[in-house]
């Protein structure tokens, strides 16, 4: 079985700035991981993953994330936030390359944007 | 190609009464996948079904069922509504070959 533990559950951030969202997992097998994206009244929206290979994964919009096998870590950042980044993010984990044994989620970091 | 497509959008039901959602994947993708999401708890895995068959389930009563028709279409049926079943329920879809979930925008259920 697998964990995921999302360790802020809201960060306020100042536009432009930048920003960390922090992950931890637990599991004793290996791992996919992935970072997801809701915005208020919508899915979940897929911002990137780690399947295998380098450990920096570049995603969409902007952001990035590095897996750090040795911490069990899977760190979120983004160099210089906007207003529109304002949403909540999911830290998830499979055992299976597709999830297909089920994704399990972090309890999610809500992002806060400040003029 | 369109999205994940799930209705209805938002519903209300009381307590004792069943409820069907309904999930249309993408095209071409026969990997259909529910999540519950609620405040309390978080988002969770229901059930995933895959060519008609449900290959794996989460840890739900079963009260909570699903299907998947021949054209990959899933509906997920929870029976005896209660109060704490409340939430927005995902489904999302899969190619087999491919790694990405691709999730709809959710029905809102409300029990009261």
């Known amino acids: 079985a697998q964990s995921v533990t999302q360790l802020d559950s809201q960060v306020p951030v100042f536009e432009e700035a930048p920003v960390e969202l922090r992950c931890n997992y637990s599991?004793?097998?290996?791992?996919?991981l992935f970072w997801y994206v809701q915005y208020p009244n919508q899915g979940l929206q897929l911002l990137l993953k780690?399947?295998?290979?380098?450990?920096l994964v570049k995603g969409i919009n902007g952001f990035e994330a590095e897996f750090n096998k040795s911490q069990t870590s899977f760190h979120l950042r983004k160099p210089s936030v906007h207003i529109s980044d304002t949403a909540e993010y999911f830290c998830?984990?499979?055992?299976?390359?597709?999830?297909?044994?089920?994704?399990?989620f972090g309890k999610g970091t809500h992002l806060i944007i400040q003029p | 190609k369109a999205g994940v497509t799930q209705t209805p959008r938002y519903l209300i039901k009381t307590r004792g009464q069943q409820v069907t959602l309904s999930c249309s994947p993408i095209?071409?993708?026969?990997?259909v996948s529910w999540y519950q999401q609620t405040p309390g708890q978080g988002l969770q895995f229901l059930f995933e079904?895959?060519?008609?068959?449900?290959?794996n389930k989460g840890n739900f009563p079963g009260r909570f069922s699903g299907r998947q028709f021949s054209n990959s279409r899933s509906e997920m049926n929870v029976s005896t509504l209660e109060l704490g079943d409340s939430a927005l329920y995902l489904c999302?879809?899969?190619?087999?070959?491919?790694?990405?979930?691709?999730f709809g925008p959710g029905t809102r259920l409300t029990v009261t």
């Open positions: 780690y399947l295998s290979g380098s450990t």
């Open positions: 999302a879809s899969k190619d087999p070959d491919g790694y990405e979930q691709y």
């Open positions: 079904y895959f060519s008609e068959t449900q290959r």
């Open positions: 095209s071409g993708h026969r990997s």
């Open positions: 599991s004793s097998v290996s791992v996919y």
């Open positions: 998830a984990v499979s055992a299976n390359r597709g999830g297909a044994d089920g994704l399990t």
